[in-house]
């Protein structure tokens, strides 16, 4: 069996009296691989960031929004079980859906118009029934990771009401 041959990773020299390390349009494509893998860790570190933001803030506009609704008593004039674009929220809708907007508007990488509200009392609005408040937020990433379908969120908040429905 002959020997396998070794071959040294060390220039050699060509016939032009040059040493050469590498083919032509080597560095050309060892160039594009790692910027190639430099911009996708770059912008999937910027989607993993936008994620993490946008669920905390809209965890907190849930929370928000339940704690207002336990203390107002209720949906505060919002129709129980029905979807609300907070987009379209006015004083009408009352103060939970404004206290969800207002934390949604006001997040770094959330807008209220990609929001809807739901608020639900599973047990009746009565005293020490817990009412429910989830918020579902959809957007896509700032960066142009194709992997990646988006940001699709559901978060809920539940917290005893603390009066009655007046």
């Known amino acids: 069996m002959p020997p396998i041959p070794f071959h040294s990773t060390r220039p050699h020299r060509a016939g032009s009296g040059r040493w050469?390390?590498?083919t032509p349009g080597q560095?050309?494509?060892e160039t594009a691989v790692v910027l190639?893998?430099?911009l996708f860790i770059l912008f999937g570190s910027l989607c993993l960031w936008q994620h993490m933001m946008?669920?905390?803030?809209?965890a907190q506009a849930a929370r928000a929004a339940a704690f207002t609704a336990a203390?107002?008593?209720g949906a505060d004039g919002i129709a129980l079980n029905t979807p609300l674009d907070l987009q379209t929220v006015n004083p009408a809708h009352g103060a939970v859906a404004g206290a969800a907007r207002t934390v949604i508007q006001h997040g770094m990488t959330t807008r209220h118009g990609q929001a809807t509200?739901?608020?639900r009392c599973p047990h009746g609005c009565t005293r020490n029934a817990?009412?429910?408040?989830?918020i579902t937020y959809q957007e896509g990433y700032w960066a142009p990771v194709p992997m990646l379908p988006g940001i699709d969120l559901t978060l809920t908040a539940s917290r005893p009401l603390e009066r009655d429905v007046p």
């Open 27 to 29: 560095s050309v494509v």
């Open 117 to 119: 509200l739901t608020i």
């Open 54 to 58: 946008t669920r905390y803030t809209v």
């Open 130 to 134: 817990p009412v429910v408040v989830e």
């Open 36 to 38: 190639s893998l430099l």
């Open 20 to 22: 050469r390390s590498h």
């Open 71 to 73: 203390t107002r008593g």
